[in-house]
């Protein structure tokens, strides 16, 4: 089974006082100052959305957002849109390296450092396609036996805890991967 189309959220640790608009300016920031190979085309705000994206900073091959989502915990959500070369661990890896990469970013920035922290003892890992793997529980065994080694990697091994976010087949699969401790290995782009 090859996956593709992964996102994957970091939550914020604390989000009192975080006003969604905030996050426009400092993504137009980064379209205006990329320094990298990927193309960011335009920002988008949906704060107005119940549970829906956020702020949208939209690119050709991938997407980043501030937002709430479903479970009403902001976070920095990363998601790739294009199809990937590599192995499925080399795919997983990569989003995960590019949404810590992210949230560095932001608590680096000039206008957020002292606002806004990551919660770097979990995230969650989507597939944003029902047709290459459902939300059942073979589905759920299948990244389970995938990429609990990459998570072990990455976090303690003692308190790696994996499980599904929803039960609701509807739901593209989504796992919550939660530490007791912060990465052991920060992962870096």
Not at 159 to 187: C, M, N, T, Y
């Amino acid at each position: 089974m090859e996956l593709q189309y992964l996102m994957v959220k970091i939550y914020c640790a604390g989000s009192e006082g975080i006003i969604l608009d905030d996050f426009t300016p400092m993504f137009n920031k980064w379209i205006q100052e990329n320094e990298s190979d990927k193309v960011l085309v335009d920002v988008a705000s949906y704060g107005h959305v119940p549970y829906g994206p956020g702020i949208l900073l939209i690119g050709h091959d991938e997407n980043y957002s501030m937002e709430y989502g479903v479970e009403n915990k902001l976070g920095l959500l990363f998601s790739v849109k294009e199809e990937r070369a590599g192995s499925n661990i080399e795919r997983v890896e990569y989003a995960i390296k590019a949404a810590v990469a992210a949230c560095k970013k932001i608590m680096q920035d000039e206008d957020y450092k002292d606002k806004i922290k990551f919660d770097f003892n979990g995230l969650v890992v989507s597939i944003n396609d029902r047709c290459i793997v459902g939300n059942t529980e073979d589905g759920f065994k299948f990244i389970d036996a995938e990429f609990k080694d990459l998570f072990c990697k990455y976090f303690s091994k003692k308190s790696v805890k994996i499980e599904k976010v929803s039960q609701d087949p509807r739901d593209r699969l989504a796992i919550r991967v939660s530490a007791g401790d912060s990465f052991v290995h920060l992962p870096s782009v």
